[in-house]
């Protein structure tokens, strides 16, 4: 566990929502994971929560859940808010979470906070972008000695997602910027696991006196 974060920095980094993105491979799981057992903020994916529904939702989102994972898409924006704001309305997350797999298109960055809002989640958020070249991706994913290969960790598969990440990047990152009461944050993901991590837990612990 990391020092830094216990104690009186642990409470300054709750009272926010600590949002992870950018391309796969980039360690936004593994790094939530890390960050969410340190702090003990709660861990929020937005992939385990469809997945759950599409497994145990008889009704009409459980059907949209279904049909993504069949057709290979996302979910339209407004259906996954809809999701966002029933999980985000729980009380474990009243003081903050950790959340892996949000903002993914314009139209869902656009109206993120009208969400949070909607879900009574009145906290300013740090969104961590963890920045790997495109190489780098097929490396840890397919091509590499250690690539993780899991079935759908094919080239195309990966181009397929990578094409998805980039889709109007700079327009999304634009919104995040301009947000009031969130932060952007661009760090190099090419590190070891260790030196990006110590990076995050600079970023959210440098205001605590």
């Known amino acids: 566990m990391t020092e830094k974060l216990k104690s009186k920095e642990c409470e300054f980094v709750g009272k926010r929502i600590i949002t992870f993105i950018g391309p796969e491979g980039s360690g936004k799981t593994t790094h939530a994971l890390l ?3 340190d702090t003990g903020l709660p861990y929020v994916t937005t992939g385990d929560t469809i997945r759950d529904l599409a497994a145990n939702d008889p009704g009409e989102l459980g059907d949209e859940c279904r049909a993504m994972f069949a057709e290979g898409r996302y979910l339209a924006g407004e259906t996954l808010l809809r999701i966002l704001v029933e999980r985000f309305s729980r009380p474990d997350v009243q003081d903050g979470l950790i959340l892996d797999g949000g903002l993914r298109t314009l139209e869902e960055t656009i109206e993120f906070q009208a969400m949070l809002e909607q879900a009574g989640l009145d906290l300013p958020m740090t969104v961590i972008y963890l920045n790997i070249p495109e190489e780098e991706t097929y490396d840890r994913l397919v091509r590499g000695k250690n690539a993780r290969k899991r079935a759908d960790d094919t080239e195309e598969g990966v181009a397929s997602r990578l094409e998805k990440f980039n889709l ?3 327009e999304r990152l634009n ?5 009031p ?12 696991e260790e030196v990006v991590y110590s990076q995050i837990s600079g970023v959210l612990t440098r205001d605590v006196s």
């Open 35 to 37: 960050l969410a057992e």
């Open 181 to 192: 009461g969130w932060e952007l944050v661009l760090l190099d993901a090419m590190p070891e």
């Open 168 to 170: 109007l990047l700079e």
């Open 175 to 179: 919104v995040i910027k301009n947000q």
